[in-house]
């Protein structure tokens, strides 16, 4: 069975430092990868996925996710945080085809002024 | 298109008494998923459909019941509310070969 872990539950970076949010996936067979936000009292939108085409994959708000099948690694980064961005990150896999989505624990980014 | 929609947004229950969580989305998905969220936890599935007159148990589906009469709507019904069920609940849908999970803006139960 599929499953995804986040190392860090919490994660502070200062405004305008790089952010980066691991996540690291078990699958049998090459999977679907995403990664979530959940903004405050909000449900969770999509930041961007990985389909098994290019390995690095933009989202939206600057954000980005390199696929690393040596590593089975899903890492989230952007360049330069900004205040907008403290929310908490889901990473999650699935196998397509209507299997059910894994979600990780979540990862809650602080960002200091 | 108004996506999914869950209502109410809030509630409080007393323990022992039951209600139901509306969810209905209006892009014609063929799955749709019930998770609830606790702090540190992540989401876990509770219950999710297929399709119409199809529903099957996740991980988490004790004190729940849910109902597919129609492709747009998935109501959760909680028949009687005990403090664990203190939660933020989410519905969420998916297109038939498709990836990805559209989710509801949530419903916070507090249960005492």
């Known amino acids: 069975a599929q499953s995804v872990t986040q190392l860090g539950s919490h994660v502070s970076v200062s405004e305008g430092a790089l952010v980066l949010l691991r996540c690291n996936y078990s699958?049998?067979?090459?999977?679907?990868l995403f990664w979530y936000v959940q903004y405050p009292n909000q449900g969770l939108q999509l930041l961007l996925k990985?389909?098994?085409?290019?390995?690095l994959v933009k989202g939206i708000n600057g954000f980005e996710a390199e696929f690393k099948k040596s590593e089975t690694s899903f890492h989230l980064t952007k360049p330069s945080a900004h205040m907008s961005d403290a929310a908490e990150y889901f990473c999650?896999?699935?196998?397509?085809?209507?299997?059910?989505?894994?979600f990780g624990k979540g990862t809650r980014l602080h960002i200091l002024p | 298109n108004a996506g999914v929609t869950q209502t109410p947004k809030f509630r409080i229950l007393k323990i022992g008494q039951s209600m139901t969580l509306q969810c209905a989305q209006d892009?014609?998905?063929?799955?749709m998923y019930w998770y609830r969220q606790d702090p540190g936890m992540g989401l876990k599935l509770i219950y999710y459909?297929?399709?119409?007159?199809?529903?099957d148990k996740g991980e988490v589906p004790n004190g729940y019941n849910v109902s597919r009469s129609t492709t747009e709507d998935f109501p959760l019904r909680l028949e009687l509310a005990a403090p664990s069920q203190t939660s933020v609940y989410f519905c969420?849908?998916?297109?038939?070969?498709?990836?990805?999970?559209?989710f509801g803006p949530g419903t916070r139960l507090l249960v005492l």
């Open positions: 969420a849908s998916q297109g038939l070969y498709q990836e990805t999970q559209y």
């Open positions: 699958s049998s067979v090459p999977p679907y």
């Open positions: 459909s297929v399709g119409a007159g199809i529903t």
């Open positions: 990985y389909t098994s085409a290019a390995t």
């Open positions: 892009m014609n998905h063929n799955y």
């Open positions: 999650a896999v699935t196998l397509g085809g209507g299997d059910k989505i894994i």
